[in-house]
């Protein structure tokens, strides 16, 4: 299962090796300075924007990899139909990031939006 993780000044969706595949894609990483919001969302579906591309997706099921649509590109690993963490960008190459989690509360909570230092 995929896990957002602090290092250095960066945010990083680490994927597992299915999830690599799933979203034909490798572990995301983004400045923490990007990062404007942290929010935990009951499930992840209403937050997903866009089409799918590339990546995998059955609606409902799992939506793994790169969104894209006219306000850019976002990243999720989205997988069921419970809670997530949102993560709202701003001047990266994503937009938003979704990952669902069991305990995305405390996931969330590991998200600090401004470098320490």
């Given at each position: 299962?995929?896990?957002?993780?602090v290092?250095?000044?960066?945010?990083?969706?680490?994927?597992?090796?299915?999830?690599?595949?799933?979203?034909?894609?490798?572990?995301?990483r983004?400045?923490?300075?990007?990062?404007?919001?942290?929010?935990?969302?009951d499930?992840?579906?209403?937050?997903?924007?866009?089409?799918?591309a590339?990546g995998?997706?059955?609606?409902?099921?799992?939506?793994?990899?790169?969104?894209?649509?006219?306000?850019?590109?976002?990243?999720?690993?989205?997988?069921?139909?419970?809670?997530?963490?949102?993560?709202?960008?701003?001047?990266?190459?994503?937009?938003?990031?979704?990952?669902?989690?069991a305990d995305?509360?405390?996931?969330?909570?590991?998200?600090d939006?401004?470098?320490?230092?």
């Open positions: 299962m995929a896990t957002l993780a290092v250095g000044d960066e945010l990083v969706v680490q994927l597992s090796w299915w999830e690599r595949l799933e979203a034909f894609h490798g572990d995301v983004v400045r923490r300075s990007a990062v404007r919001a942290v929010r935990v969302v499930t992840a579906w209403p937050e997903l924007r866009g089409i799918r590339p995998t997706g059955i609606p409902g099921v799992v939506a793994v990899g790169t969104r894209r649509g006219e306000f850019g590109k976002d990243f999720a690993v989205v997988h069921g139909k419970g809670p997530a963490v949102v993560v709202e960008l701003e001047g990266e190459q994503w937009g938003r990031l979704v990952v669902t989690s995305a509360a405390a996931l969330a909570a590991g998200v939006p401004t470098p320490s230092g």
